[in-house]
Each structure stands twice: as C-alpha cells, then as structure tokens.
C-alpha cells in the first residue's frame, strides 16, 4: 500500500502559494511625530485579515511618516470601493 502522507513543510508551501482575494481598504492612523500628533490616512491592498491588514498598514505608515513600527495606532479601517 502506498502512503499518501503531507508532511508539515509540504503544508506550509501550499498555504503560501494558495492565491487569496486581495481588497483595497482605508486605515486611519495616528502618530507622534517630532513630539506632535499627526492625524492621516493610507491606503493598502491585502486579504480581508484585520491581523494582516493592521501590520501591513503599521509597515507602510512608519515608513511613509519615517517613525518607529511602534509610535503607529490604527484608529480604523474600513473596505475601499471605488
């Protein structure tokens, strides 16, 4: 008999070749820059994930506004259709 086993690596590849759905979505953010509060929004394309959407946006503020990952609060996000 021939066994048909995955093993846990052969899992992992297909889950990060398995093609998702990606979503625009506006993120509200907030951050303190120069010892001032700096109000602002972004636009993101990603899998309607909020743990996802959240670090990709923390990722592409703090490098827009040139600040720390960790001075970045999401207010809000919503679904961007145009």
């Known amino acids: ?3 048909m086993r995955i093993t846990k690596k052969e899992v ?9 759905k990606l ?3 506006k993120v509200d953010y907030s951050v303190l820059k120069k ?3 700096v ?12 743990d996802k959407i959240v670090k990709l946006a923390k990722l592409d503020i703090s490098t827009k506004e040139r600040v720390f990952i960790q001075d970045v609060e999401i207010l809000k996000f919503k ?3 145009s």
Do not use: R
């Open 12 to 20: 992992t590849i297909m889950l990060k070749n398995k093609p998702e």
């Open 35 to 37: 010892k001032k509060i």
């Open 39 to 50: 109000n602002g929004f972004a636009m993101i394309k990603s899998v309607e994930d909020t």
């Open 23 to 25: 979503q625009m979505f």
């Open 79 to 81: 679904p961007f259709s």
């Open 1 to 3: 008999m021939n066994d």
